[in-house]
């Protein structure tokens, strides 16, 4: 585990400082986070490193997870989808398992700390289920745009309770909702293992071990194989791309416990990829892998790509930017917000394939523009998306609110 001074070496003194100053006037107070799953997806990810030095600033951190079943679960991914623009049927059924999974929830776990925070849509009826004793946080990851009007309106019903709301955008905003809002955007962290630096040599036994050829460059996106994270389209730039470069493609995501369109886009994607998989061209990873193998594929990869259609932050970008590789990724959602086209990383609109593999070539033959973005990108995530400045902005949230 680290402590918060195990970071002066990447942020400075000034920055551990200052957040040890905006503790102390939260010493000893109880916060608990409360989402649905502890792997799997950006969320979990981002609370695995929060909650620990959270802790350590002397503020009490805890983190729950929403118990669910499967059933459960295909709701709740069908809430997701129509937060982020898609259709849905929204009946009496999925609505009664939705809430009666948070009711049952809170029959056992006990809330009773001095702030709740709830991440995303899957625990956020909880608040309805307890005595409220303190104000309640909504943390939503998602892109909600152009959130279904229909859902949007059924989850205000839980909303109005809260005290308040963060979203990663400021398009996330909801002029709508009359319950204070605020900015948050997400964060790595520099220090874990899926983002510490790694030898060459361990790159390669990493990379060996999961059975990944070296010799040709590779270009990976990762990704929960999501619709909205659009595999297919990786595989058609990469298609273009392979005509002019000889590279191979790696498509790497796990199986979010909470997401179970997974194993279905997965097949569809094997399906598509048949030929290039079996010709060795394209490599399919879908498990678990361990972070420290995600770190050395992604520090083993000559371009990384995030062509999602949808994105509420995307975690993989700043992962990317931070290990000084070229990113390019589409122009949706959170990713300009870590990306400045041209300068520390290239975006493309979300259904541009030609544009995808042209910006993908240009990098695989240009080593310097690889080297200049790379290293602007790095310090592009140092400035701003780094987990001691989320930290940060948690006090400043908790303090505003107790
Ligand atoms: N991730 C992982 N293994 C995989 C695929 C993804 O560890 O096979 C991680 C990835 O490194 C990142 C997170 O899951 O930390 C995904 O976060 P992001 O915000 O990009 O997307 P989300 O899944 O939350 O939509």
Sequence with gaps: MHCLEDYRGTV??????????????????RVLHVNSTYQGGGVAEMLASLVPIMNDTGVDADWRILLGNTDFFQVTKKFHNA????????????????????KAFASWAQLDRDVVVIHDPQPLPLIRYFKKRQPWIWRCHIDITDANPELWDYLKGFLLRYDMMLVSHPDYLHSDLAVPQRIVHPA????????????????????????????????????RFDPWKDPLGVIEAFKLVREEVDCRLVLCGSMAADDPEGLV?????????????????????????PSSFINALQRASTVLVQKSTREGFGLTVAEGMWKG???????????????????????????????????????????????NIGEQAREAIRANFLTTRLLDDYLDVLTTLL
Excluded: C, W
């Design 83 to 102: 937060m982020q623009g898609g259709p849905i049927n929204l009946t009496r059924r999925k609505k009664e398992q939705y809430e009666n999974t948070n």
């Design 188 to 223: 790595i962290d520099p220090l874990s293992a899926k983002n510490i630096e790694l030898r060459p040599a361990e790159i390669d036994r990493l990379l060996a071990k999961q059975g990944v050829p070296r010799g040709k460059p590779l270009v990976t996106q990762i990704s």
């Design 12 to 29: 400075g003194d000034d920055v551990i400082a200052g957040i040890h100053a905006k503790a102390r006037h939260l010493l000893g107070r």
């Design 325 to 371: 590789k070229p990113v390019v990724a589409s122009r949706v959602g959170g990713i300009p917000l870590q990306i400045t086209h041209g300068e520390t990383g290239f975006l493309v609109e979300p259904h541009d394939i030609q544009a995808t593999a042209e910006q993908i070539i240009t990098l695989l033959r240009d080593t310097q523009l690889r080297a």
């Design 265 to 289: 886009v997965y097949q569809e994607v094997a399906r598509k990829a048949r030929k290039l998989v079996e010709s060795g061209d394209v490599i399919l990873i879908a498990q678990d892998s």
